[in-house]
């Protein structure tokens, strides 16, 4: 059978070390040895003698969080001894390598998957206030590994040198160390040229020293995560 389908860039790439590397720029390949966290869904194949455990958000605390600010991570933990693939509406995928004491700041919806041995919390955004009512809290990753995420589209890394200015939904991570603020789109001569799909014209700013990571499109705003509507789905999680 032939077929250029059948290439060596198609193929499956080998490696004697486990962990975590690129398949392809669209799907993520970790040669487990022990266990991994991944994104509930994103497994997309796998070989060997794999089992996934759901997670929810990644513990009591942290699901409460997540009812509560309708942000955090979906999660399973996968143990074993296999390869599995994981990618997620064929976004580009990277990989990120977080020595210790380093501390990023990431969208939740951005996060594929992570080493087991890297922490993580959900916070609130400094600088956001009551501004907006999404996008309000990110996932701070902290410790030793790595971790993959994903953009739609090839993104830009701005250095932070000088004031810095994203749309909410384009910020796919930051340098957890950089001051944040979020600011009426009005405020910087923008009006209604920027903002959400929801009416919502906010801009997010960025001071210090560390990086932005930017994608050229935007993630769509949290459904129902409203005050209001954020309180009503943590008491339905916990009646539920």
Same mark, same amino acid.
Request: glycine share 14%; aromatic share 6%; charged share 15%.
């Given at each position: ?22 398949q392809n720029s669209k799907m993520l390949k970790i040669e487990l040895n022990g266990e991994a966290m991944a994104r509930v869904g994103s497994m997309v194949a796998y070989q060997g003698q794999v089992q996934f455990q759901a997670l929810g958000s990644g513990g009591l605390g942290k699901f409460l969080k997540q009812k509560l600010t309708g942000e955090g991570v979906p999660l399973m933990k996968l143990t074993g001894r296999g390869d ?23 969208? !939740?919806?951005?996060? &594929?998957?992570?080493? +087991? @041995? ?8 400094? =600088?956001? %206030? ?58 910087? !001569?923008?009006?209604? &040229?920027?903002?959400? +799909? @929801? ?8 001071? =210090?020293? %560390? ?30």
């Amino acid at each position: 059978m032939r077929s250029a389908l059948f290439s060596a860039e198609n193929l499956e790439k080998e490696s004697t070390q486990p962990g975590m590397r690129l398949q392809n720029s669209k799907m993520l390949k970790i040669e487990l040895n022990g266990e991994a966290m991944a994104r509930v869904g994103s497994m997309v194949a796998y070989q060997g003698q794999v089992q996934f455990q759901a997670l929810g958000s990644g513990g009591l605390g942290k699901f409460l969080k997540q009812k509560l600010t309708g942000e955090g991570v979906p999660l399973m933990k996968l143990t074993g001894r296999g390869d599995v693939f994981l990618a997620e509406l064929a976004k580009d995928v990277h990989i990120i390598d977080l020595e210790p004491g380093d501390a990023l700041s990431i969208n !939740g919806s951005s996060v &594929l998957a992570f080493d +087991s @041995t890297l922490q993580y919390d959900i916070r609130m955004v400094g =600088g956001a %206030g009551m501004a907006s009512s999404s996008g309000l809290f990110n996932c701070v990753f902290t410790g030793h590994g790595r971790i993959a995420i994903t953009t739609k589209g090839t993104p830009v890394v701005l250095n932070v040198d000088a004031p810095t200015y994203v749309d909410p939904q384009a910020a796919v991570c930051w340098s957890a160390n950089l001051q944040t603020g979020y600011h009426r789109a009005e405020q910087l !001569g923008l009006g209604t &040229l920027l903002g959400r +799909s @929801t009416g919502e014209a906010f801009t997010m700013s960025f001071a =210090g020293q %560390g990086f932005v990571v930017v994608q050229p499109s935007e993630e769509p705003p949290i459904a129902g995560s409203g005050a209001q509507e954020q309180q009503g789905g943590l008491l339905g999680g916990l009646l539920s």
